[in-house]
């Protein structure tokens, strides 16, 4: 292996040092192996976005197939936030332009992702309030009030946080400020991002920098202030199912036993798991009857079934969930199409 002072570009040797560092937990190792890149003049942004931001997806990609434990990842994960801390310790940047207030939506606790894209955004010559991993609504209007930004940058890494975004996006544009959105909460191509009113939305850190540098605020904003109807999306069916969710789940705890004689001998562990999975399925089914859109919902029992398979769970578990909360729905045809849809896909 050789000597941190000797390392140069960022390759696979690098990457795949940097991940056996993180996967350990070895926090010195890898703020050491950063420290190295800036000394070998590698910029900045590339040890963001090419070894930090590129190993945090391979991270989620090892727990998700079961090989790295969630006590593993979020070592990893705070190892990562270290390393960010390093190179943002020895990157030091006159302010040259405006100033942004970066925060993730309420309920949103991947706060590295934002993070990244607050350190690129310093980088190239904004000031930028970084606001933390789950800012309430109103706590973020206060800022704005205080600080008066050029622009606030939402984050929203899950799509069950959308409805959330929405309230966020609604209220700053009621104060005047224009939204820069981003993260895959936002859906493919962010196309959830405009639906709820956000003025921009970017894919990477680094397509946010060009943008906010290039076309800001964006020309083909006319009134930031308009409430529109058009922007009203929860209707009777979501709102139904975000105030029954506790229910929902207590029900189908309940009648578990009878659909799958297995859970008869659960654990509490178990029993807590599969709350929470319940949990899942509701959330994921409220944000896509926010939006309207199906796929949010497809994705998530997609992903859900690919995660459990590989952790040994039966497919048949995930259909027995989605049927214990279907059968609670019943006078609920958006959402029980939804169901039966995503039913339909893991046949
Ligand atoms: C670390 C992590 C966590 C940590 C976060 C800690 C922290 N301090 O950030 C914790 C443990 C809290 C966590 C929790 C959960 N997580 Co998680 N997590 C991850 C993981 C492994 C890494 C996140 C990360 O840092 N990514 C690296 C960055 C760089 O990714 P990126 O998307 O490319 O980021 C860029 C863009 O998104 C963009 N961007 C981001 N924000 C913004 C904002 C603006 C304005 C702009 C313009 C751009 C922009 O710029 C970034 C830099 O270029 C991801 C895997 C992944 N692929 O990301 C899963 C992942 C995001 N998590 C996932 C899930 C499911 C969860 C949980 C629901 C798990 C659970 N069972 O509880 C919870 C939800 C918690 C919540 N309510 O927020 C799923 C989401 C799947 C889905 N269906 O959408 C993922 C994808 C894992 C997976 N492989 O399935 N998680």
Redesign the pocket.
């Known amino acids: 292996m050789a000597p941190a002072s000797t390392i140069t570009p960022i390759g696979p040797d690098v990457a795949d040092r940097y991940l056996s560092l993180v996967g350990d937990g070895d926090e010195q190792g890898a703020t050491a192996l950063v420290a190295a890149l800036l000394d070998n003049d590698v910029p900045a942004q590339r040890i963001i ?1 090419d070894l930090i ?1 590129l190993t ?2 391979r ?3 090892l ?2 197939a079961n090989e790295w434990s969630v006590a593993r ?2 070592a990893a ?1 705070a190892v ?2 270290r390393a960010l801390a390093a190179v943002a310790v020895r990157t030091t940047t006159a302010p040259s332009r405006g100033r942004i207030a ?1 925060a993730c939506v309420d ?8 993070r ?2 607050a350190e690129l955004l310093r980088l190239d010559g904004w000031r930028v309030d970084y606001l933390g ?1 789950s800012v309430p609504g109103r706590h973020l209007i206060t800022h704005l009030h205080q600080t008066g930004p050029d622009a606030v ?3 929203c ?5 959308l409805p959330r975004a929405h309230a966020a996006i609604t209220a700053c544009r009621a104060a005047g400020v224009p939204v ?6 936002f859906g493919p191509g962010g196309r959830y991002a405009e639906r709820l009113g956000a003025q921009a ?6 397509e ?1 920098v060009a943008r906010l540098s290039t076309d800001w605020p964006p020309r083909h904003v006319i009134d930031l202030a308009m409430p529109d109807d058009e922007f009203f999306l929860g209707d009777e069916e979501y709102t139904h199912l975000v105030r029954s969710r506790p229910q929902l789940i207590a029900t189908a705890l309940e009648r578990l036993p009878a659909a799958y004689p297995g859970a008869h001998h659960y654990d509490e562990a178990q029993l807590e798991a599969t709350a ?1 999975d319940l949990g ?1 399925i509701a959330d994921f089914l409220a944000a896509a009857l926010y939006v309207h859109q199906q796929q949010i919902f497809t ?2 029992v997609g ?1 859900t079934s690919s ?1 459990l398979r590989s952790r040994g769970v039966p497919p048949i578990a995930l259909r027995i969930g989605l049927g214990l909360v279907r059968d609670q729905l019943i006078d609920f045809p958006a959402a029980t199409a939804m169901l039966d849809d995503a039913l339909g896909t893991l046949a």
């Open positions: 976005v931001a945090q997806r991270v989620g990609e727990w998700a990842e979020h994960t990562g936030e970066l309920g949103e606790w991947h706060g590295l992702p934002a990244m894209l991993a940058a939402l984050s890494m899950i799509p069950t946080r820069i959105a981003g993260g895959r909460g939305w970017a894919a990477t850190g680094e946010a929470e899942h994705d998530f992903w995660v």
